[in-house]
Each structure stands twice: as structure tokens, then as C-alpha cells.
């Protein structure tokens, strides 16, 4: 029997902070798992070098199953996004390792390939309707087929999710999640502001790029459900493939007033850490997209048995896939995505040149599909003399307040 000997917690910031648990066995093979909660992240790091590491050296390296359930029952404290991403970093790792051991990709331990490759979508966004469409080009020119557009507010500052003017230089008007610095930044928001002018966005793109480009929006649980209702209606006529996070779903019954008002398909779950923040949402079929992060769900067991869970209602993947998710995650999410059938889209924000000098990946984008690669594991290396060259320094999502300075969702 192969055992786990070596846990180690890697921390390493190539323009954004990235935590990475790597297993060794007692027969040298290694397996990583992705850890980073955004803004969060030396928490995680702590729960794994302090409460995880310790106990799991000496067991056995393939038992991936009773591992999970020893983390997870063994705690007593269940669930929550610590946990649950330090539960999720081992899993992959172990899926990793098992991979590396059979010499099979993951994606063929989960049941092999059911499609060539996993349909992606890229984050467009701009101030201004000209620079939302040059966005959109530039996403396309890259060989996206799907494209999420987010915009400022006339009357606001900057709003997450947009990227500041000339953000990119490289022609990708990307944004990052996190900003650098010792406290967050502050955002202003008006949601009746939002909900005017939203509608008008979306019927200037339909008007430029035709009926046929799929169009995503995240709402970013800014909404009431009424709210959530009446946008959603609005945005019926332009089609869009979701809208994402339309009010804070932690209140899953506040769904049922939302499908009453709109045919809108709706994804929900990117914060999300069990199945349980999903039983009313799955078993009413309130939601169309399962949002989850391997990275924040405990790893690529348990997100499976969810996804197995919502395919029994019609319920779809669109797995997140930001910055913040480091390549190890993405990676997790390509294998899955790749094996159950009710996969539906992929969220792929690319990673910098320098963060996959770190993470060496084998999964390719090729004519707007992702594929994992036949690499056995997960197909990711981490590159130890890049990852040390770049130290953590704290990094946070901004936050949000009403006009009058009231904390608000975002
Ligand atoms: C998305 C998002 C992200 C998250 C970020 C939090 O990709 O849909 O909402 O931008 O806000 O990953 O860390
Ligand atoms: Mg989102």
C-alpha cells in the first residue's frame, strides 16, 4: 500500500496569491490540489499546514472516498468555505495522484470523455457601449464562442467586474477579482441605476453581433427577488444563456418569486461550499447552472455527486473559473466538465503569463472548447524555483455601499 508522506502548503503570489497543497506518497508520486479562497487565503493555509497535514500522513494514498468523509465528518464542523477548500485540496491531489498512478488522464477515472471539448465563455466588459463591443472582438478574435458582458452605470465610479480603462494593454480588457493592499476598496452601488441601464447594454450588443452569440451576465447578488424578477423580464427579449447570481441565494426559497416572474435561465453558486446550499434550489429546479468552484466544494467528489444530483432535474454545469481559481482548480473542473453529461459551460478568465510560469498546465482552448489534455492526473506541475520567487501581500475584493453609504450585496 502507497501511503501519503509529505503534505506541503505552498503559498505563492505571481500577481495574485495562489495556495496549493502538494501530497507526495511513500512511493514519490505527487498530486496538488488548489486551496485559494480569495481574499481569505492564509486561513486556508492554516487549516491544512495546522489540522490537515498532521493527520494525514501514514494513510493510505488511494483511498480517495474515506478520505473526504474522514475530513468531513471527522471534523464535526461541517461545511463553510474553509473547510470545504481545504477538503477540496486534498481531493485533488489525491485524484492526481491516482491518475498518475494508473497513467490515466482523470477525466477517464470519472468515466472517459462524453464530448470533445467543453464550450467557454470569456469575461467582456467596458464603461462604454464602444468599448463593451471592442471587448467583445477582442474575446472573439481569441476564439471565444460565448462571452459574459458586464458594464459600468451611468453615475457610478467603477463597478466590479468591469475592467478599468486601459486595464489590459494586451487588447483582453480583463479584470482581476482581488485588488492589492492592506483593506479592501470601496464601491459605490444603485441597483435602480443598474436596472435602467443594463437592458439598453444588451440591446446594443444583440444589435451588433446578431442573434447567435451566446451572452452571459452576472448580477452578483445585488438584487431583491422582485428585483431579480422584473430584470430578468427585461432582459427576456436579447436571450441570454444566464444571468448568474441574481439575489444572494443563501435564502434558496427567494428562487421560487424569481421563476414566477421570468423564463430567464438562472445560474447560482460560485460561494456555495455543499449540496445542502443547494437542496431547494436543485429539487425545485430553481436554478438552470450549478456555479461551484471544485476549488470551494470539496474538491471533485463531492461536486460530482452534485452535479449527479441536478442531472436528475435538468440542471446544468457552469463551473467558475476566474483568476482566482488557480490552474490546478481550472484544471479539476475540465476533467469533471469533461465527464458528466450534464455539462453546460465553463467559465475561463485565462491566467497571466506569469502565473503559468508557475503552473505548468497541459489543457488546451482551441476554436472556444477547453480540453483537460491526456497528461495522467490532472496535467498541472508546479514549478518550485517560479513560486517561491513571488511572496504573498494581502489582496481583497473590493466592497460595496449604496449611494447614501450603506453596506451593501455585491
Ligand atoms: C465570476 C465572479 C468572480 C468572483 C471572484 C471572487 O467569475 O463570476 O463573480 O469575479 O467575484 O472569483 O473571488
Ligand atoms: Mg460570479
Redesign the pocket.
Known amino acids: 500500500m502507497s501511503t501519503i508522506e509529505d503534505v506541503e502548503v505552498l503559498i505563492t503570489n505571481p500577481g495574485r496569491n495562489f495556495v496549493t497543497l502538494r501530497i507526495t506518497t511513500s512511493d514519490g508520486v505527487t498530486g496538488l490540489g488548489d486551496a485559494t479562497l480569495n481574499g481569505r487565503e492564509l486561513a486556508v493555509a492554516s487549516y491544512l499546514r495546522d489540522h490537515v497535514a498532521p493527520i494525514l500522513t501514514g494513510r493510505d494514498s488511494s483511498s480517495i472516498e474515506d478520505t473526504w468523509q474522514y475530513l468531513y465528518r471527522g471534523a464535526y464542523w461541517r461545511r463553510g468555505p474553509v473547510t470545504m477548500a481545504s477538503i477540496a485540496a486534498v481531493d485533488m491531489a489525491l485524484w492526481d495522484i491516482k491518475g498518475k498512478v494508473a497513467g490515466l488522464p482523470v477525466y477517464q477515472l470519472l468515466g472517459g470523455a462524453v464530448r470533445r471539448g467543453l464550450l467557454a465563455y470569456g469575461h467582456a466588459s467596458g464603461a462604454e457601449t464602444p468599448q463593451i463591443f471592442d471587448s467583445i472582438r477582442a474575446h472573439l478574435e481569441e476564439g471565444y464562442r460565448a462571452v459574459r458582458v458586464q458594464t459600468a452605470v451611468p453615475g457610478l465610479g467603477q463597478v466590479y467586474?468591469v475592467a478599468a480603462a486601459g486595464a489590459s494593454g494586451s487588447g483582453r480588457y480583463d479584470y482581476e477579482p482581488a485588488r492589492p493592499g492592506a483593506r479592501p476598496t470601496e464601491e459605490q452601488w444603485d441597483t435602480r441605476a443598474y436596472m435602467r441601464h443594463l437592458p439598453s447594454v444588451f440591446e446594443a450588443v444583440r444589435g451588433e453581433f446578431g442573434p447567435d452569440l451566446p451572452l452571459l451576465h452576472?448580477g452578483?447578488h445585488r438584487m431583491t427577488p422582485n428585483q431579480a424578477g422584473r430584470l430578468g423580464r427585461d432582459l427576456e427579449p436579447y436571450d441570454l444563456f444566464w444571468l448568474?447570481?441574481c439575489t444572494p441565494a443563501e435564502n434558496q426559497q427567494g428562487l421560487r418569486r424569481v421563476r414566477e416572474l421570468t423564463t430567464q435561465p438562472l445560474a447560482i453558486g460560485?460561494i456555495f461550499n455543499t449540496v445542502w446550499d443547494y437542496q431547494t434550489l436543485i429539487t425545485e429546479q430553481l436554478i438552470d447552472y450549478v456555479?461551484s468552484a471544485v476549488t470551494h466544494t470539496g474538491g471533485i467528489t463531492h461536486l460530482k455527486k452534485i452535479m449527479d444530483f441536478a442531472s436528475l432535474y435538468q440542471i446544468k454545469s457552469g463551473f467558475?473559473g476566474?483568476t482566482d481559481i488557480s490552474p490546478v482548480g481550472q484544471a479539476a473542473a475540465l476533467h469533471l466538465g469533461l465527464a458528466i453529461h450534464n455539462f453546460g459551460i465553463q467559465e475561463y478568465m485565462r491566467h497571466t503569463d506569469d502565473t503559468l510560469e508557475v503552473f505548468h498546465t497541459s489543457y488546451s482552448f482551441e476554436d472556444g472548447l477547453l480540453h483537460p489534455g491526456d497528461t495522467p492526473g490532472l496535467g498541472v506541475e508546479y514549478d518550485d524555483a517560479a513560486g517561491t520567487s513571488h511572496e504573498y501581500s494581502p489582496a481583497y475584493l473590493p466592497v460595496n455601499r449604496l449611494v447614501d453609504g450603506t453596506m451593501h450585496d455585491w
Do not use: I, L, S
Request: hydrophobic residues 0%; negative net charge.
Open positions: 467586474g452576472d452578483h448568474e447570481d460560485e456555479r467558475h476566474p
